[in-house]
């Protein structure tokens, strides 16, 4: 049955604080990505809300993505596979650039797909070039990008910086979607390295995925953390007196739910959910009448699953849920499920897992030993543990884990409280956004001279530039004087909202 949900009021509402003002002038900011808003669900979630607060902070965003496709791998029916420019918001510009989508992604075909995007991407980016961005941001995946990315960097004289989701090179070979230990792989190897350690600035989302990237070259005074996030408000724990529409809607009142919810992807290790269901549905020598399981989310894997459980009657099968319903989703859980193939927990850091922690629900989660998704999950002590840990694709090991939580309200509750405090203290969207704003300031400074601390405008009748540094009045030009000294990068690179 459900948990018993006591959650105090700082627990339950603790709003972000406030963004602090803007200093100084905007940046100019260009986002090259394969995924981004509207995709509900991994990269696409965070390279959307990131343009979007970047945007509304002040600073003047260019994104060039692809049509939303995922987690389907369909072309969402909004949107033509065809080149188009949108203004969603102001400050922000998306160019969408046509892309193969295959709809059985196998090896092969993901690499054409990915390669598709990179050639009908790069005139665009080289393009956007001339908008002169402070900041080139190019996000993993996929890596194909990378080349343009760097050439657009150099061509506006930006800082180049490099944001790793997934090792999709590493993926591809070490979960089996490429065959390893050829010619090919030594190859893709040579040239991942030789890109990645020319970008000014790594990332990625994990402290085990940054190590990882400077084992490819880059010296670790250029890499840097930057977690996914999750909005605390948004996605917050729910009591259990709280009507949650999802157990409404399913008649699973007094029902212990089990939830996985995401991408239904090849990479994810979904083959052991049908397995798992079946051996607690009725017939089943350690049948559990109270437990329920409710699988939702779209992707390559998903006709195989529904297949695999259309006789099962604990397990509810729904599609990808649009963002005001999330809340309601994740809290209908009492348990998460976060399944991961072996090999793939350093490899990539499921986007799905803030979402989770920030709903006050214990995770059972399938890592190896020792890799970064383990130690955050299992934790150190009792005080820290999120959930529990089996290895991945062990089946009875996963058995006895969710029996455990299952039968002991108490244990879900503490891990649960663990949870939340965990999302609280390192995934808050707005603390998240803001170190990487304060870390792109800093390092664009010194690249454009008195970028960052000074700002001017042009009177529009006089032609005169007034200038401020450190916001003091420190002189006033004419423009033609002052545009071709060295050090001086002010033509369009003025925003609209400072001028006279």
């Known amino acids: 049955m459900e948990q018993s949900r006591a959650w105090s009021s700082h627990e339950l509402h603790l709003p972000e604080p406030p963004s602090p003002p803007l200093k100084g002038p905007s940046l100019r900011i260009l986002l090259y990505g394969l995924n981004s808003s509207p995709e509900l669900t991994g990269i696409g ?35 033509a596979n065809a080149y188009r420019t949108e203004h969603p918001e102001p400050n922000l510009v998306v160019h969408r650039c046509p892309l193969y ?16 995007f990179a050639a009908s991407s790069a005139l665009v980016v080289l393009r956007e070039a001339t908008f002169e961005p402070d900041l080139v941001l190019s996000v993993e995946p996929t890596f194909f990008t990378a080349p343009a990315a760097l050439l657009a960097a150099s061509v506006a004289r930006a800082l180049s910086w490099l944001h790793i989701q997934d090792f999709e090179i590493d993926a591809a070979f070490e979960l089996g979607l490429l065959p390893a230990k050829g010619a090919v792989h030594s190859l893709a190897l040579a040239l991942e390295t030789f890109f990645t350690s020319r970008f000014d600035r790594v990332s990625s989302i994990s402290h085990r995925m940054v190590e990882r990237a400077a084992g490819k070259g880059v010296p670790a005074s250029r890499t840097t953390l930057f977690p996914n996030w999750v909005d605390l408000d948004a996605i917050q ?3 259990s007196e709280t009507p949650n529409r999802f157990r409404e809607e399913l008649r699973l009142r007094g029902k212990t739910v089990v939830l996985y919810s995401g991408n239904m992807g090849n990479k994810q290790g979904l083959e052991v959910l049908a397995p798992l269901a079946a051996s607690f549905a009725p017939g089943s020598p350690t049948a559990d ?37 999330l ?94 405090r965990y999302a609280i203290q390192h995934l808050g969207k707005q603390e998240v956004l803001l170190r990487f704003e304060r870390e792109v300031t800093d390092l664009v400074s010194p690249k454009s001279g008195k970028r ?4 001017a405008s042009i009177h529009p009748s006089s032609g005169k530039i007034a200038m401020t540094y450190k916001g003091e009045p420190c002189l006033e030009e004419s423009f033609d004087h002052w545009r071709d000294r060295p050090g001086w990068r002010l033509s369009r690179r003025i925003p609209a909202r400072q001028r006279v």
């Not at 939702?296 to 006789?311: I, M, T």
């Not at 960052?452 to 700002?455: F, L, T, W, Y």
């Open 45 to 79: 979630k965070y390279t959307g809300e990131m343009a979007s607060w970047l945007a509304r902070r002040g600073h003047i965003v260019h994104v060039v993505t692809a049509p939303p496709y995922y987690p389907a791998w369909k072309i969402h029916p909004d949107f």
């Open 101 to 116: 989508v295959p709809a059985k992604p196998s090896g092969l075909t993901r690499m054409l797909h990915l390669a598709s």
């Open 237 to 239: 724990p729910q009591t």
């Open 289 to 325: 009448p109270k437990l329920h399981f409710l699988f939702c989310g779209d992707g390559a894997f998903r006709p195989k699953l529904e297949e695999q459980v259309g006789e099962l009657g604990n397990v509810s099968l729904l599609a990808l849920q649009p963002l005001d319903r």
């Open 327 to 420: 809340n309601d989703l994740l809290n209908a859980a009492d348990i998460h499920l976060l399944p991961q193939r072996a090999g793939a927990a350093d490899l990539v850091m499921p986007s799905k897992l803030t979402g989770m922690l920030s709903s006050g629900r214990p995770v059972i989660a399938t890592a190896g030993p020792g890799t970064r998704l383990a130690e955050v999950i299992g934790g150190h002590d009792p005080d820290s543990s999120l959930g529990l840990v089996t290895t991945p694709e062990d089946l009875l090991a996963l058995h006895a884990a969710l029996a455990q939580l299952a039968s002991s309200p108490t244990l879900r509750s503490r891990l649960g409280r663990n949870a939340r």
């Open 452 to 455: 960052i601390e000074s700002a």
